[in-house]
């Protein structure tokens, strides 16, 4: 097992691109601490199948990150359990989609309060973790917007340039403490979040501009995760990874 005996922390891990990430990771040996806004009565029976017969544990935490004392909560009530935290996936956010003269200047900061300023207060705190034991890795789910221009994506795609901006000078800082920092920057995925923010007739013509003409898949994205996280790429920080098809 790759993970066996590490402790992995997953933020927004009750369905989609977190869902599969969760599901992996537990595979493969790790204990996890999954971090939901919402505990629905699905994700807990799910949670609860998962760990019939296993020897790791899955530990839900209530985090929201609309909300500052919530992040601070949640990432405080992590370290207060004393577990050593090896891997860190910043992988909960919100989207919107508008054009720019209908986005609110409040639209803007609520989705850099989710997307980026709570993201990185959790990952501070939970870093306390980490350089006490002077090691770790933290990924962050980036999006292809951030480089591409995505029409109407304006607020959405200015949070995950500020998170692949981020990523590159706290890879820099955390080097030394053998701590890497990476992000993975998916380009369109078969999640409700994306389904639900994106017109059919611009799928369908975006997915013919790709080189492998379909969307991903959530399990697909997950995959790359733990293969950034292993230790088979201990050799890999500061980089922002397109999986994408092909854009």
Known sequence: MLFKNKTVVITGCNKGIGYEILKKFHKHGANIYACVRSKNETFLKEITELQKNSENKIYIKSLDLQKEESTKAAANEILAEKKDIDILINNAGDIYT???????????????????????????????????????????????????????????????????????????????????????????????????????????DFIKSLSINRIGKPEEIASTVLSICSDDNSYLTGQIIRVDGGI
């Open 98 to 204: 508008n054009l720019f003269q209908m986005t609110s200047i409040s639209k803007f900061k609520t989705l850099f309060d989710i997307n980026f300023f709570n993201q990185i207060y959790f990952t501070q705190i939970i870093l306390k973790s980490m350089i006490k034991k002077k090691g770790g890795n933290i990924l962050f789910i980036s999006s292809s917007s951030a480089s591409d221009g995505t029409l109407g994506r304006s607020a959405y795609a200015s949070t995950k340039g500020a998170v692949n901006s981020f990523v590159k000078v706290l890879a820099r800082e955390l080097g030394t403490s053998n701590i890497r920092v990476n992000a993975i920057s998916p380009g369109l995925v078969d999640t409700d979040m994306a389904n639900n923010n994106t017109k059919e007739e611009f799928k369908k």
